[in-house]
Nanobody
Framework: QARIVESGGGLVRPGGSLRLSCTVS????????LAWYRQAPGWQRELVAVITTGGTTNTADSVKGRFTISRDNAKNMVYLQMNSLKPEDTAVYYCSSGDYSGSYYPSYWGQGTQVTVSS
C-alpha cells in the first residue's frame, strides 16, 4: 500500500510561483508513473501533469508552458513547479501514482495540498 504525502501549497499572488513536492513510500517508486491532479470547488478532479517511468511528461493545455512535472527516483519524490500562477489555478492539488499506457490510470492518492492564487 502506497503512502503519498504532498507539501508546498499555500497562498501566492497572481504571477507568482510555487513548487509542490510529493513523497511516495510503500511501493517500488521507479516502476510507477506519477501525476498531479487538481480539484477546485464545484469542479471535477482534473489531470494536470503526468510523468512516466521513463521521464516522458504530459501537461494539460490549461497549464502548458507554466507548470513542469519532474521526478527524483533516488528520493522517491515527484515535484510540480508552477509558474505564472493565475487565480483559476486555485485548487486542491493531489499527487498520484499509477500506470501509464497511452493514458494515465491512478492507483494511489495523497490527501492533497491547497493552492490559492489571490491578490
Amino acid at each position: 500500500q502506497a503512502r503519498i504525502v504532498e507539501s508546498g501549497g499555500g497562498l501566492v499572488r497572481p504571477g507568482g510561483s510555487l513548487r509542490l513536492s510529493c513523497t511516495v513510500s510503500g511501493i517500488i517508486f521507479s516502476i510507477y508513473a506519477l501525476a498531479w491532479y487538481r480539484q477546485a470547488p464545484g469542479w471535477q478532479r482534473e489531470l494536470v501533469a503526468v510523468i512516466t517511468t521513463g521521464g516522458t511528461t504530459n501537461t494539460a493545455d490549461s497549464v502548458k508552458g507554466r507548470f513542469t512535472i519532474s521526478r527524483d527516483n533516488a528520493k522517491n519524490m515527484v515535484y510540480l513547479q508552477m509558474n505564472s500562477l493565475k487565480p483559476e489555478d486555485t485548487a486542491v492539488y493531489y499527487c498520484s501514482s499509477g500506470d501509464y499506457s497511452g493514458s494515465y490510470y491512478p492507483s494511489y492518492w495523497g490527501q492533497g495540498t491547497q493552492v490559492t492564487v489571490s491578490s
